[in-house]
Every structure is written in C-alpha cells, then in structure tokens.
C-alpha cells in the first residue's frame, strides 16, 4: 500500500533558537542614546526604573508653594507629576517615552489623582505664554543648544510669580563616568543655568554632591528661579 503524505502534516519543524541567539538578536537592533527607543527599552522593567518616590528637592522646595498648574517636562514614569497632583497641583507632563507615561498613567490612577501625561518630545512644544505657576525639568540631559531654546520656553510660560526647578548632573559627573548623560555638552552647571534664565530671579542655588537614593553621591545642580512680579505664590 502506498503511504499519502498530506501536504498539511509535512511541515518543517519550527527552529528552535537558543538564548544566546535571542540575545545576539536583540541587541543587534539599539536605539541612539536619549532616542525615544532608548528610553522605552530603559522603561521596559518590571516596577519603575527610578522608582515612585517624588525627588527630594522637589519636595524641599514647594513646601511652601501654593498648589497650582505644573508642567512637568520629561517625567518619565511619572513619581514627581503624580506627587504634585496629589499635592493638590494640576498636572501636565511630557515624556519622549511611551512605556514611561503608560507607567505614569497608572501610577496616578493607583494613587487617586489625575495627570494629563502626555507623549512627546520638549523640543516640539509651543509654549503658551503665562500658562504655568511651577514648571520642572529633573534629570533630562538635552544638547546645550536645545537646552537654551526650552528656557526660553520656560521663561515665557511662566506667570508672574512662578517657579522653575531644575536638576541635573554637572561636568564633575561627566568626568567621573557612571550615572550621568556621557556628552559634556549634556551637563548643567549654574552658571549656565543662570544665563540662559535671564529674566528670573535666583531663589536658590547648588553645585555639589549629595547623597543619591540609589546609594553612593552623586554630582548635582539643583535650581530654584522665580518669575518676578505679583501673582502666584505671592
Ligand atoms: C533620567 S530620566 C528622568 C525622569 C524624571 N524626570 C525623573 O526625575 O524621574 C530622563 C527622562 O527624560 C525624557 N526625555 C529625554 N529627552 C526628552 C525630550 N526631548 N522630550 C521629552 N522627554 C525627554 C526621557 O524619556 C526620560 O524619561
């Protein structure tokens, strides 16, 4: 008797593809550093990459804030928008990556708040004249020219009386490798900080090391300036 083969059962085996090759595969395809893939691929961990505790500076410096509208720019998975709004400020924030502000999103509906997280780059937004009482960038590492257009930005945006926070690792921290953006041109330090922000006044200041909350120190620029003038806050 002859054997039928049907054409339907004759198929090839599925490969089997080891872990070394899945690995190779995948890092095969990267993403430039500070890219939105980049940042998705930093995101995609179980929990939340910088955690969902607010920063501490952001905590010293509006204690004595009036709630009022924030814009918190690249906020990543949200730790600082969401403990803002749960400070009673109306919240928007703007991250390159989208892992991060479906990360965000759920952050503040677990804790009760709302958060208008949106996706997208800084380098795009139009900026609405006087629109903001507390504007924030932490940790966010843009090309020095980029930087200068987003202060001006900053400056125009916010009302009378606002204030802006800024932190961010300082060229020690360059020099020093590790944590911190790799280019130099990436790096803050205060006293171009205060050029770029001309138009507000200086609050409060810091160059330095402290303590980071995922251990060792690290080299810092902490920034508190102010829009002169009446309104908030005032
Ligand atoms: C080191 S994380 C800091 C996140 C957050 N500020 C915090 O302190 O937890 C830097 C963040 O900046 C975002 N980012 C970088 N370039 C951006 C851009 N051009 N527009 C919007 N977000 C950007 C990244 O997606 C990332 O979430």
Do not use: C
Request: hydrophobic letters at 40%.
């Amino acid at each position: 008797m002859m054997l039928v083969v049907s054409a339907g059962l004759f198929t090839p085996p599925v490969p089997v593809r080891s872990r070394e090759a899945e690995v190779r595969d995948r890092g095969a395809v990267t993403f430039e550093r500070g890219s939105a893939g980049y940042w998705d691929d930093r995101y995609t961990v179980d929990g939340y990459l910088f955690g969902t505790e607010p920063n501490r500076f952001l905590v010293e410096r509006t204690a004595t804030l009036t709630p009022g509208r924030a814009l918190s720019l690249g906020d990543g998975e949200g730790r600082n928008g969401v403990w803002l709004a749960e400070q009673g400020f109306e919240v928007v924030t703007v991250d390159l990556s989208q892992v991060a502000v479906v990360k965000a999103r759920r952050l503040a509906a677990e804790r009760g708040v709302v958060v208008d997280a949106r996706v997208g780059s800084i380098r795009d937004l139009r900026w609405e004249p006087q629109a903001f009482d507390l504007v924030l960038l932490f940790f966010v590492h843009l090309p020095g020219h980029v930087r200068e257009g987003i202060h001006r930005g900053v400056v125009s945006t916010l009302r009378p009386g606002g204030s802006y926070l800024a932190a961010g690792f300082t060229l020690e921290q360059v020099a020093r490798g590790g944590r911190g953006p790799g280019d130099p041109d990436h790096a803050l330090s205060l006293s171009v900080l205060r050029l770029e922000l001309d138009g507000l006044e200086i609050v409060h200041a810091f160059e330095g090391d402290v303590d980071s909350d995922r251990g060792g120190s690290r080299h810092v620029v902490e920034l508190h300036a102010r829009r002169p003038g009446t309104g908030y806050g005032t």
